[in-house]
């Protein structure tokens, strides 16, 4: 299975945009890239997903290198509510697929 | 009620109860999944259920039983649980064939004595 890599945390000033990195070296050409996030003590919600081409809805923004390789998940402005684990995931490409969680990026929102 | 939810939220039991985990989805989904998450590792997929049939059983130990009902209905029966079995439960559903887009509810944090 194609792996991605997360930095264990990071932090960023409230009301300041925030991108979120993942790398994906070993991504296969049908691979969707998917993000999802934990707030605390809440089970994960679905942020986004893509494919090739940068993706835009009303939680985040998701840029997609050109060789795919890697992908950054861009919050415009984060609030304190942005603060949680943010996983990025690999796969699915029938759509029946399982999602494979990893450690993913614990995000602190500084006020 | 919206969404995903479970009940209990919390449960506490000794190795030699039974109990059992609630979800339920008012989504009009057709799949559900139960996922384990332990203190400081990722979640863990144990099961899924696809228009009531189970078709992924991750090697789970079989004094965790899951069962089905309907779509959207999902338990999962506990009993002789070990402390390490302590943990986060969650349940979450979807559209079949759109397993990348999962609703998840908001845990069940067992704690066995």
């Known amino acids: 299975d194609a792996k991605t890599t997360q930095p264990n945390s990071m932090e960023s000033n409230e009301e300041e945009p925030v991108h979120l990195p993942c790398n994906h070296s070993t991504i296969s050409g049908t691979d969707y890239i998917h993000w999802y996030r934990q707030l605390p003590s809440q089970g994960p919600e679905y942020v986004i997903h893509?494919?090739?081409s940068n993706v835009n809805n009303r939680m985040a923004s998701l840029a997609i290198a050109e060789d795919r390789k890697s992908s950054t998940l861009i919050l415009h402005r984060a609030t304190l509510r942005d603060a949680a684990v943010y996983y990025c995931i690999l796969g699915l490409r029938g759509g029946n697929e399982k999602l494979t969680f990893g450690t993913g990026t614990r995000l602190t929102i500084i006020p | 009620e919206t969404g995903v939810t479970q009940t209990p939220r919390h449960l506490v039991m000794g190795m030699t109860n039974k109990k059992s985990l609630k979800c339920e989805q008012h989504l009009g989904h057709n799949a559900m999944y139960w996922y384990k998450q332990s203190a400081k590792k990722p979640l863990e997929l144990m099961f899924v259920y696809n228009f009531k049939e189970q078709t992924e059983n991750n090697s789970v130990p079989s004094r965790f039983s899951p069962e089905c009902p309907n779509s959207s209905h999902l338990f999962l029966h506990l009993h002789t649980l070990q402390p390490e079995d302590s943990a986060l439960y969650l349940c979450?559903?979807?559209?079949?064939?759109?397993?990348?887009?999962?609703?998840f509810g908001p845990g069940t944090r067992l704690t066995v004595t």
């Open positions: 979450a559903s979807s559209q079949r064939g759109r397993s990348y887009e999962q609703y």
């Open positions: 893509g494919l090739t």
